[in-house]
Antibody, heavy 115, light 118 residues
Framework: QVQLVQSGAEVKKPGASVKVSCKAS????????INWVRQAPGQGLEWMGW????????GYAQKFQGRVTMTRSTSISTAYMELSSLTSDDTAVYYC????????WGQGTLVTVSS | QSALTQPASVSGSPGQSITISCSGI?????????VSWYQQHPGKAPKLMIY???KRPSGVSNRFSGSKSANTASLTISGLQAEDEADYYC????????????FGGGVVFGGGTRLTVL
């Protein structure tokens, strides 16, 4: 069965960077785009960008341009999302999700930004 | 501010039907049949309920249905059950988002609707 397993919770200080991983199993990793979505506490879903694991091509929401980097390691079927220059507004649960339909989701990774 | 507009809350009694609307514009809902709907219970990851406007993934109850008219998509849940109580989000492919154009296209979400089963 398709599974996306994310890395554990992180606590970061303002100005730092965080890198979240998303390990895929149960399907051919390079055949489906990976998207990243975040959800601040008590808020709705916010799309951050997509990555094609085969080509490595990416597309980022303009809000995150210059601050987010999405990469992958095809040898271990893992996608990564790195967000830099963190502020308290970046405190959220970060999800990876497969394809433009978001048909499968990771369990989420809580990133807390606090001094 | 979300790109797609949903009602903040809806409610219904067990057995009833409810509809959640999702209003967009011509560069998202109006132009593409790529609207999807997600159910999210507290503390859980969202779950895909409808994709490409009206298709149900395997395992999703046929009590859930989706439709679209012009720039507005809708999710209907018939025969409401207690377990349907959750937050629901619509989502659409878009060539333009509130924060600008995205290379290769982007995605916009609605603000979410809290469904209460009375």
């Amino acid at each position: 069965q398709v599974q996306l397993v994310q890395s554990g919770a992180e606590v970061k200080k303002p100005g730092a960077s965080v890198k979240v991983s998303c390990k895929a199993s149960g399907y051919t990793f390079t055949s489906y785009d990976i998207n990243w979505v975040r959800q601040a506490p008590g808020q709705g879903l916010e799309w951050m960008g997509w990555m094609n694991p085969n080509s490595g091509k990416t597309g980022y929401a303009q809000k995150f341009q210059g601050r987010v980097t999405m990469t992958r390691s095809t040898s271990i079927s893992t996608a990564y999302m790195e967000l830099s220059s963190l502020t308290s507004d970046d405190t959220a649960v970060y999800y990876c999700a497969r394809t433009i339909d978001f048909d499968h989701w990771g369990q989420g990774t809580l990133v807390t930004v606090s001094s | 501010q979300s790109a797609l507009t949903q009602p903040a809350s809806v409610s219904g009694s067990p057995g009833q039907s409810i509809t959640i609307s999702c209003s967009g514009i011509s560069s998202d809902v109006g132009s593409y049949n790529l609207v999807s709907w997600y159910q999210q219970h507290p503390g859980k990851a969202p779950k895909l309920m409808i994709y490409e406007g009206s298709k149900r993934p395997s395992g999703v109850s046929n009590r859930f249905s989706g439709s679209k008219s012009a720039n507005t998509a809708s999710l209907t849940i018939s025969g409401l059950q207690a377990e349907d109580e959750a937050d629901y989000y619509c989502c659409s492919y878009a060539t333009s988002t509130p924060s600008g154009v995205v290379f290769g296209g982007g995605v916009v979400f609605g603000g979410g609707t809290r469904l209460t089963v009375l």
